[in-house]
């Protein structure tokens, strides 16, 4: 019987694909987050956690493994040992996060961002950054405070339905807003904030866009937040 593989092939020769692997581990661990294409992403997750795990470790065996798999060991090897393993001191695994970026222009390739995790400052991660975005996005539109009323989506009970599919349509449109009210509560737990603070944030946000908006006579609000933020909006996972 056939086994199954062991890791992605990345359309790579054996020694291309590892030398390609240690290089992004590299960048991710020294950088706290790259972009690349999504099975690179995930191929990447594994090694930056087990990388992570060896420097929460920290005997000279696991020092000496980190020092023979990455590259500019000086550099990165103390922040393995130190600075991240005090961060996810009290976390056994998980230390990264994956936030699709749409297709690249060209191949069509799936692209990502990959980020290790901050738990010490979370609202300086690039996802909580892009719910900020899509809030502020949503607020310019109904021209309301939009936090609350995201937090707690409610269905029109006295709205009419011409046929089924639009009522089907209604319903999907619902679990989306439900889904993303869970995120917002989840976000808002992990940077210890109330959404009154997380309002603030939005606010600021929809003021600059305002501000940018002034400088763009003639043009549509919609349109400089498609300049502002890209059309492909990453979504958290």
């Not at 972009?35 to 065996?61: N, Q, W, Y």
């Not at 607020?139 to 029109?156: G, N, R, Y």
């Amino acid at each position: 019987m056939h086994g199954g593989s062991a890791h992605r092939k990345l359309n790579m020769k054996s020694a291309l694909r590892r030398q390609v692997l240690r290089n992004l581990t590299t960048d991710l661990i020294k950088h706290g987050r790259i972009e690349t294409t999504i099975p690179r992403a995930k191929e990447l997750r594994r090694l930056v956690d087990k990388m992570i795990t060896l420097g929460k470790r920290g005997t000279e065996h696991d020092r000496h493994q980190i020092e023979a798999y990455l590259y500019q060991a000086k550099s990165v090897v103390p922040m393995l040992m130190d600075m991240y393993a005090k961060r996810f001191a009290t976390r056994p695994g998980g230390f990264t996060r994956i936030i699709p970026m749409g297709h690249r222009k060209g191949d069509h390739a799936p692209m990502a961002i990959i980020e290790i995790l901050n738990t010490e400052q979370p609202e300086a991660e690039v996802s909580f950054s892009y719910l900020v975005r899509s809030l502020a996005s949503m607020q310019l539109k109904s021209e309301t405070k939009i936090v609350d009323i995201a937090m707690a989506p409610k269905m029109d009970e006295n709205k009419s339905f011409a046929d089924k599919r639009e009522f089907k349509k209604a319903l999907e449109e619902q679990k989306a807003r439900e889904k993303f009210a869970l995120k917002m509560k989840r976000a808002i737990r992990n940077a210890q904030m109330s959404p009154e603070q997380l309002q603030a944030i939005v606010d600021a946000d929809v003021s600059n866009a305002q501000k940018i908006h002034e400088r763009h006579t003639g043009k549509k609000i919609h349109r400089v937040v498609k300049e502002l933020w890209p059309e492909n909006t990453p979504t958290m996972v």
